[in-house]
């Protein structure tokens, strides 16, 4: 069955994050998470630790997290500490940074070096003891507790083949199926060639998500989220053969101008930026329209393997999508995936 998770900006106030957490968790989310960018935004550790103490159900994490701001080893003794402050609810997102480094002059951490971080994070944060820095280093009181997945963020081949081969699950900003269906490929053959089981692997979709019947609307809410994934999709092209790569996914970056994008409106509706993304490149990237139509793209996305659906809720009209999802959505897809009853 299909879960559902909901992506909230760390931005003041505070206030304002854990009351749509709480929200979330009343209109049967299951997933809460935000992002870390520290100079954007406010500082995501203390307010996921507010969170954790004003929920009681929705699992928590960042959604990314990357291995450059931070010492890894810092990352996985936080994390280990909220799944003791959260009675194990936690879950990590990590990507090779974006905003998180770009803002503050460093390019995203280079692919051989992330991968090594995940490796280390993921057993050190869970209690496991690691090699790290030619010294061995154990978070010995981090033991016996529930395991803390790790799931990989990215658009590229060889980040997907990480999350095949080291992670969790993988985290795939975007709605479109077609490219969703190729990342899931990638990840589940990275998977297979190193060993693991594929179908253990989560997926996990990310996109705005608004419920309008005006569809000019809709998309004016969402267009600097294309915008934002045009980013990762540039550093993609820079090495790799587009030729090996979804139109999907490819295409529209041609008719935009990457030095247009403006930091200061990262994941901001209105976004100067997002001028240069069409509503087509909306409706692909994102899940928009009456309920109806939401519950039929998301059992497209379901069918191409995705675990979850993470709403990015940095749209207008925040309360109300949650309470579409809560009363109507999410009750429609969780009817379709119970069996009828024998008999």
């Known amino acids: 069955m299909l879960s559902f998770g909901v992506t909230i900006l760390p931005d003041p106030p505070w206030q304002r994050l854990v009351e749509l957490m709480q929200l979330a968790e009343s209109h049967g989310f299951d997933y809460g998470w935000t992002y870390d960018s520290h100079v954007l ?4 550790y203390p307010l996921l630790t507010l969170a954790a103490a004003h929920t009681e159900r929705i699992r928590l994490g960042l959604n990314v997290t990357n291995p450059g701001t931070r010492d890894p080893t810092v990352t996985a003794s936080a994390f280990a500490t909220l799944q003791d402050v959260s009675n194990g609810r936690m879950v990590m997102g990590i990507g090779r940074g974006d905003s998180a480094r770009r803002v503050i002059g460093q390019q995203p951490v280079k692919v051989a070096e992330f991968e090594a971080a995940c ?5 050190l944060m869970n209690g496991r003891p690691v090699r790290w820095n030619d010294t061995d280093i154990e978070l010995g009181w981090a033991k016996g507790r529930a395991e803390i997945p790790l799931y990989v963020a990215g658009y590229g081949p060889r980040v997907l083949s990480i999350a095949g081969r080291v ?3 993988v985290i795939i900003q975007l709605a479109d199926p077609e490219v969703v269906e190729w990342s899931v490929g990638r990840v589940r053959a990275a998977a297979e060639e190193a060993g693991r089981d594929p179908s253990e692997l989560k997926v996990v979709a990310c996109a705005p998500a608004h419920v309008s019947d005006e569809l000019a609307d809709a998309c004016e809410q969402v267009r600097w989220f294309p915008a934002m994934v045009s980013n990762h999709v540039f550093d993609v092209l820079s090495k790799h053969d587009p030729a090996g790569l979804p139109a999907a996914l490819t295409e529209y970056v041609a008719r935009m101008q990457r030095v247009r994008y403006d930091y200061a409106e990262h994941s901001r509706v209105g976004a100067k930026h997002g001028e240069q993304i069409t509503d087509e490149t909306c409706e692909r990237f994102c899940i928009l329209g009456p309920p109806e139509a939401h519950v039929e793209k998301l059992r ?3 069918a191409t393997g995705v675990d979850q659906w993470n709403i990015y809720l940095m749209t207008h009209g925040q309360e109300e999508t949650l309470a579409v999802y809560g009363e109507t959505i999410i009750p429609a897809l969780a009817a379709e ?7």
């Open 41 to 44: 935004w406010q500082e995501p």
């Open 337 to 343: 995936a119970v069996p009828p009853a024998s008999g």
């Open 167 to 169: 992670a969790d699950g």
């Open 119 to 123: 490796t280390m994070i993921r057993d």
């Open 300 to 302: 497209k996305l379901e």
